[in-house]
C-alpha cells in the first residue's frame, strides 16, 4: 500500500478510533474481542509496524518474551512442540510481541539460561511448555517475580500460577470409548512411567473410561519410556500374555507407530476379547491402534490418533500472558483446551 501506514490509517480502517488502536497495541485485555480482532486484522492487511523503541518508551517494556526450543529426540513427538512455537511466534507478534527461542537440556541449564537472558536482555516474559512435579523452574521465576505463564498445568497446585493445558484424559477417554463401541473388551494402555503429570493423566482417562464400561483394566497396562523401539518391544510383551488386549491406546505417536509394527504380525482370537457383534461385522483382523499427539507422521501412515489444539493453546497462552503484564493482579486464571480424536486405517 503507498504512503505511510499510521495508528490513524489503521482506525480507519477498521472503523475505531485511534485511541482503540492504541489499546490492541499495548492494553489489548481492555479491548472487546471482536473489535480487537478486527484491529489486528487491519493491522495486518495494511502492513502497519509500530515504532517499538517508542512504546518501549512509553510502556517501560520490551515487549520481548522467551520460550524454550526441547532437545531433539526422535523426529515424531519434537513435532508438536513445533507447531506450538509457530502459533505462539504468530500470536505474539498480533499482539505485538517478539519471541525469542532459547535451548536447555534440562531444568538446570535452563534456569541457568534464564539468568543469562534477565541479564542480557529486557524481557518482559516467559513461556515454559513441559511442566511436571516439583517443578523447579516455576518456582524460580516466581520467587523473582519474573512474569510467566505454562503450556502445562503445575500439577502440584492448580491454582499456583496462570496455564493453558490439553485434557490428555479427554483424548484417551474418546479414544478408549471408540474401541469399546467397536466391541473391544480388553483394550490394553502402553503409557510413560508413573510420576510422569502428562503421562498419568493420559492413563487416567483409558482407566476411568474402561471401569465405566464395567471392563476390567487389570492386566492390560504397561509403561516404558517413549519412542518406537519401546512402544514395539511394551506392545509385544502385552500381545504374548496369556490374556492379550484386542486393541491397544497409547500415550503418544511414537509408542503407537512401534506398537503397530507388533500388532501387524499379531493376530489375536476376537472371540476371546471382542462380541459377536463386532466379529460378524467383519472388522479387520488386526489389533487396533491409536496414538496421541495426531503428529505429521501419524498423519502419513494413516495412524488414528488424538489431536491437540496447539493453535488455540498458543493464542490463549498469549491472551494470560497479556494479562499478566498488563491487567490488575488477580487469581491466576487457567483454561483446559478440549482435544479430537482424528479416526485413520489404524483404527
Request: with cysteine.
Amino acid at each position: 500500500m503507498a504512503g505511510k501506514v499510521t495508528i490513524a490509517t489503521v482506525a480507519r480502517h477498521a472503523r475505531v478510533s485511534r485511541q482503540t488502536v492504541s489499546n490492541v497495541l499495548n492494553a489489548p485485555h481492555i479491548v472487546r474481542p471482536e473489535t480487537r480482532q478486527r484491529v489486528l486484522e487491519a493491522i495486518t492487511t495494511l502492513g502497519y509496524r509500530a515504532n517499538q523503541a517508542a512504546r518501549q518508551m512509553r510502556t517501560g517494556r520490551s515487549r520481548l518474551i522467551a520460550v524454550r526450543i526441547e532437545p531433539t529426540r526422535d523426529g515424531i513427538n519434537g513435532s508438536v512442540l513445533d507447531r506450538f512455537l509457530h502459533g505462539l511466534t504468530e500470536t505474539a507478534e498480533a499482539a505485538g510481541y517478539r519471541v525469542m527461542i532459547y535451548t536447555a537440556g534440562d531444568d538446570d541449564g535452563e534456569i541457568a539460561t534464564y539468568e543469562d537472558l534477565l541479564s542480557a536482555y529486557d524481557l518482559d516474559a516467559f513461556v515454559l511448555t513441559g511442566t511436571k512435579h516439583g517443578d523447579p523452574r516455576t518456582a524460580w521465576l516466581a520467587h523473582r517475580a519474573v512474569p510467566f505463564v505454562t503450556f502445562g498445568r503445575p500439577w502440584d497446585d492448580p491454582d499456583a500460577h496462570c496455564w493453558v493445558d490439553v485434557d490428555g484424559a479427554a483424548g484417551t477417554e474418546q479414544a478408549t470409548a471408540h474401541l469399546v463401541r467397536a466391541g473391544h473388551r480388553r483394550i490394553g494402555f502402553i503409557g510413560w512411567p508413573r510420576g510422569s503429570g502428562v503421562g498419568d493423566d493420559r492413563r487416567s482417562g483409558w482407566r476411568r473410561t474402561l471401569l465405566a464400561s464395567d471392563l476390567d483394566p487389570a492386566g492390560l497396562d504397561a509403561e516404558t519410556d517413549d519412542g518406537i523401539t519401546q512402544g514395539e518391544r511394551t506392545a509385544r510383551e502385552l500381545l504374548a500374555r496369556p490374556a492379550p488386549p484386542t486393541a491397544l491406546v497409547c500415550a503418544s505417536d511414537s509408542l503407537a507407530l512401534g506398537a503397530v509394527q507388533a500388532a501387524r504380525d499379531s493376530r489375536v482370537d476376537r472371540d476371546s476379547g471382542v462380541d459377536r457383534a463386532a466379529r460378524d461385522s467383519g472388522a479387520h483382523p488386526h489389533v487396533p491402534v491409536i496414538g496421541f499427539d495426531d503428529t505429521p507422521v501419524a498423519a502419513a501412515v494413516g495412524l488414528t490418533s488424538v489431536s491437540q489444539p496447539l493453535g488455540e493453546a498458543a493464542a490463549r497462552c498469549v491472551d494470560l500472558l497479556t494479562d499478566v503484564l498488563d491487567g490488575p493482579q488477580r487469581t491466576p486464571r487457567n483454561l483446559l483446551l478440549r482435544p479430537d480424536l482424528v479416526l485413520r486405517h489404524t483404527a
